[in-house]
């Protein structure tokens, strides 16, 4: 660090000193961004429990309209991402510049595979009228099972939460196949790979956030 | 934090370098023409056109409060509407609080001096600075936009059912316009907090951190905490509104009181962003017109870091008459009182700074003392508030209005001004007519408390806030502060005026007016491009006055990158230092 | 000084990164066999968290990698949840003692 005659490499801005500073404030910049991502879904968080804690009969009652298997499988989905986003990070750590982009790849896939899984997921909700809002207009046969006046709020609150963290995966997606170019253009290197980092650090933190949605929503009994 | 300690170990090679007092290259000469400046990363350019922007719309809002002011002249219809008064008055705090108090000190002066403090060549992030400045005038055309549509009546605080019974498309855009400023708002502390924990000069530690930085520190961590409950909450209101979504409104079993608690949540942290930067400026100004170090440093630096934190546990004081249940009124009441103990220790430490010291009374002087003054009352009746019966009686009067015009005018509003005439000639490289600074800062005092003052007693006799009309006996009260806020008015047009003239014929300035021991001092006014021709090297405290002045000009001796060797120091005494 | 000025570039073994994504497959079947067992009221949602958490500290220690970092970007993330707790747990104070749920206007 105290080195200052270091020479000043390429992907180095002028205001830092060396390789090493650029890198450490990227990163503890995303930190404080994702920071700012938790206490955003906690805003989301807070409404739930806050509602869940008022009517447990409600929320007992609507998670039956969502589908355990689907969630599970969608939870296993991002796992994957979550791990190959890791190995891609690894692979530009190692300068294999194939992995990474092979790694990319596969994250971007099974990113694309949970945004199809939710689409018809919802699809199915809303054939049956569980929609968001004033398009609430449930079938007869949810309301066999579904009677509860507050039922439209569990749905309003699940639509946000898992709308949000859809649009979360699109930007992520989004995000990595620009990453995927500028591998395969050879920015990417052992020595400079700050943004497969970052981006990797928010992915994890999609990923985070799933681990509880998914119990929350899909699994009360 | 190990690279600090690897630096203390490291025998860094120093020299003095004595800033030039006719720099020939600046960052005003640098980069020239509208194109260069809309498109630059320069955190001073940018921090400039904050100043611009946040003056614009302190203007323009300032502008209403004087037609809202003059409507109240009589005690029935004046000269506007009722409900164009309804829309004057949201329009009014709405910008105030978001536009100007929320960005000013830390985008608009923090931004230029933040960098120069720790001795960087710029913020960590300067493209996500510039970012942030073009997503605050974003935040602005909706607001525009939400004005062209209709309009909207609902108060700076946006309550729900207000705010969400379909009265239009006004809320929609307006809400967003807040939604795309706190963006602004979050990229700026983001900036900040990666800024002062990475890219200090060698030598600044922890512990000679200077007290503006550590008060745009918690600043900092209060806009990354609490923005993006506002933001979540806001599009949960834009929700509400386009489709009903029903969590916030209770005719559709939603709780409008949830979102009091989600608004609170981040709005009375939100105070705390407007006035704990105000105290950084505060600490600067009086160390340096005290010529003295400023008495208990951790205490201030500490204190705003436990303003933040008890900041976020408060925020329960704005709803005791909300409905909320007892248990929780209880509470809050009980921890808005603990707030005002770190509030005090500043206060405290500030008075003791100036005991004994040789005090200059400069114009940012001056405000440093009509802000204690101010500031101090608005504190004292924000505890009374924060009792929870006398604000049973107390909510929703002027009382209230008194209150946050004491801190936030009072307080934050001063503090900016005594910032900005302090660091004026640094950023311009021009000095203002200091007859004239003196001459409109007691008008400004004399017209605050003819506006406001008269807004306690009001309150306290049951005068409710938001309302256009009034009933007779509060007719020399409300007459006393009209004429008051013309007062501010004039004050505020002198000051525009030495400052825009300051520009043009101006003296020049020298680099270091005030004889500060600050870094930001020690670069020539207006600063290079790169802020320092070399590398700083701290060895002292920020406000070590008993030490020579030689010992705050030191810089790297050897350059460790090709830029700027041509611009040799005009002086050059070589010393080796043990860093 | 050497093994601190890695900091952030530690590379994983890939029997590291596998390892933890099948922990964490593991875990999420596990949970949902564990709902449907249909536990006694707070067991359901207790189990549930714990389980999540357990996951989550998964993720963030290793693939997220802040057993390698600075310190300091463990403290953002634990001091985001405890702000994020303290908001839910003040709001109950009010939510969890009302007189009526919903006040009715
Ligand atoms: C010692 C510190 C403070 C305490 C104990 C305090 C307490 C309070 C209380 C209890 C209220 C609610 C009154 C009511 O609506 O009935 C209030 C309102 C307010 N305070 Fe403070 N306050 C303090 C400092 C500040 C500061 C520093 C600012 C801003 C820079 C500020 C800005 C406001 C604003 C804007 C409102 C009114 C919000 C509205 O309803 O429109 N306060 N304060
Ligand atoms: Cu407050």
């Known amino acids: 660090m105290a080195n200052h005659s270091a020479s000043h490499p390429a992907h180095v801005q002028h205001h830092f000193v060396d390789s090493d500073q650029q890198f450490d404030s990227a990163k503890l910049g995303m930190w404080v961004f994702l920071v700012n991502e938790i206490l955003f879904f906690g805003g989301l968080f807070c409404a739930y429990i806050i509602f869940r804690a008022w009517y447990p009969e409600l929320f007992t009652q609507a998670a039956l309209q969502l589908d355990k298997v689907w969630g599970g499988v969608n939870t296993i989905v991002l796992i994957g991402s979550s791990l190959t986003v890791a190995m891609a990070i690894r692979s530009a750590q190692r300068n294999e510049i194939k992995g990474l982009r092979i790694n990319l790849m596969i994250t971007i896939l099974l990113a694309c595979v949970f945004l199809v899984i939710k689409y018809f997921e919802y699809e199915h909700k809303l054939h049956l009228g569980i929609a968001p809002g004033f398009f609430w207009n449930p079938a007869p046969e949810v309301t066999a099972t579904l009677d509860h006046p507050q039922a439209n709020i569990f749905f309003s609150i699940y639509y946000m939460m898992t709308g949000i963290h859809g649009l979360h995966v699109l930007v992520g997606i989004g995000l990595m196949i620009w990453l995927y170019i500028r591998a395969g253009k050879g920015h990417f290197s052992a020595e400079y790979y700050t943004p497969v980092e970052i981006t990797g650090l928010y992915w994890h933190l999609v990923d985070l956030i799933w681990i509880f949605l998914f119990p929350l929503l899909y699994l009360i009994e | ?579 | 000084m050497s093994a601190q000025e890695h900091h952030g570039h530690h590379i994983a073994s890939v029997k590291m990164l596998w390892s933890v994504g099948i922990g964490l497959t593991i875990l999420t079947v596990l949970t949902v066999v564990v709902s449907s067992l249909g536990l006694p009221s707070p067991l359901d949602i207790l189990s549930a968290l714990a389980i999540a958490l357990a996951k989550a500290f998964l993720v963030a220690t290793f693939f997220m990698a802040l057993k390698w970092e600075h310190r300091f970007n463990a403290v953002l993330l634990i001091g985001a949840v405890v702000f994020f707790l303290l908001m839910v747990g003040v709001t109950l104070l009010d939510t969890m003692y009302r007189i009526e749920v919903v006040p009715s206007f």
Do not use: C
């Not at chain 2, 400069?362 to 009509?370: A, D, G, N, R, S």
């Open chain 2, 1 to 579: 934090m190990a690279i600090t300690e690897a630096k203390k170990m490291t025998t860094l090679q120093v020299k003095r370098f004595k800033p030039s007092e006719n720099p020939t290259n600046t960052f005003l000469t640098d980069e020239k023409g509208v194109w260069a400046w809309m498109t630059t990363v320069d955190h001073k350019k940018i921090g400039i056109m904050y100043l611009v922007a946040v003056a614009f719309f302190f203007a323009l809002a300032g502008f209403l409060a004087i037609a809202l002011r003059t409507e109240l002249w009589t005690p029935a219809k004046t000269f506007i509407e009722a409900d164009t008064y309804n829309q004057l008055f949201t329009l009014h705090g709405a910008m105030m609080v978001f536009f100007v108090l929320v960005p000013s000190i830390p985008a608009a002066l923090g931004n230029f001096i933040l960098p120069m403090q720790l001795g960087a060549k710029d913020v960590a992030f300067p493209r996500l600075n510039l970012a942030s400045l073009y997503i605050y005038v974003a935040g602005a055309i909706f607001t525009f936009a939400a004005l062209a549509s209709g309009g909207f009546d609902t108060g700076w605080t946006f309550y729900t059912p207000y705010s969400s019974d379909g009265n239009g498309a006004g809320v929609i855009w307006v809400t967003l316009g807040v939604f795309i400023l706190g963006f602004s708002s979050i990229l700026t502390g983001t900036n900040f907090i990666t800024t002062i924990h990475k890219l200090r000069a060698p030598g600044i530690t922890w512990d000679r951190l200077p007290l503006n930085i550590w008060a745009l520190y918690a600043t900092s961590i209060i806009q990354v905490l609490a923005t993006p409950v506002l933001a979540i909450t806001i599009l949960l209101l834009s929700f509400e509104n386009i489709m009903d979504i029903g969590i916030f409104d209770p005719a559709l079993g939603g709780d409008p009181v949830l979102f009091q608690h989600f608004f609170w949540f981040y709005s009375h942290p939100a105070v705390y962003i407007m006035i704990v930067p105000g105290f950084g400026i505060i600490s600067e100004v009086i160390s340096t017109f005290s010529k003295k170090t400023v008495f208990g440093y951790w205490a201030i630096a500490l204190s705003s870091l436990a303003i933040a934190f008890i900041g976020f546990l408060v925020w329960g004081h704005h709803m005791f008459t909300s409905g909320q249940s007892a248990v929780a009124t209880t509470v809050f009441s009980f921890l808005t009182f603990l707030v005002g103990i770190p509030t005090g220790i500043k206060i405290f430490n500030w008075i003791a700074t100036l005991y004994r010291g040789s005090i200059d009374m400069k114009t940012p002087m001056l405000y440093v003392f009509i802000f204690l003054f101010l500031f101090s009352i608005g504190g004292f009746t924000g505890i009374m508030l924060g009792a929870l019966s006398v604000d049973i009686h107390l909510h929703d009067t002027y009382y209230v209005v008194a209150h946050f015009h004491y801190v936030m005018m009072g307080g934050t509003l001063i503090a900016l001004l005594a910032g900005l005439h302090y660091w004026w000639p640094k950023m311009t490289g021009k000095m203002y007519n200091e007859k004239l600074a003196q001459i409109s800062a007691v008008l400004i005092f004399i017209g605050f408390n003819m506006t406001f003052l008269p807004q306690f007693i009001m309150g306290a006799q049951g005068m409710p806030r938001r309302y256009y009309n009034y009933i007779d006996q509060f007719t020399p009260f409300h007459q006393t502060s009209t004429i008051g806020s013309y007062i501010l008015g004039v004050a505020f047009l002198i000051i525009l005026y030495y400052l825009v003239k300051s520009l043009f014929s101006g003296e020049k300035a020298p680099s270091n007016p005030w004889n500060s021991r600050g870094l930001e001092w020690q670069s020539t006014s207006p600063p290079d491009f790169h802020n320092f021709d070399h590398t700083p090297v701290v060895i002292n405290g920020p406000y070590d006055y008993h030490k020579p002045m030689e010992e705050f000009q030191l810089g790297l001796a050897v350059s460790h990158e090709g830029h700027d060797a041509e611009h040799a120091p005009a002086e050059v005494d070589t010393t080796e230092e043990k860093a």
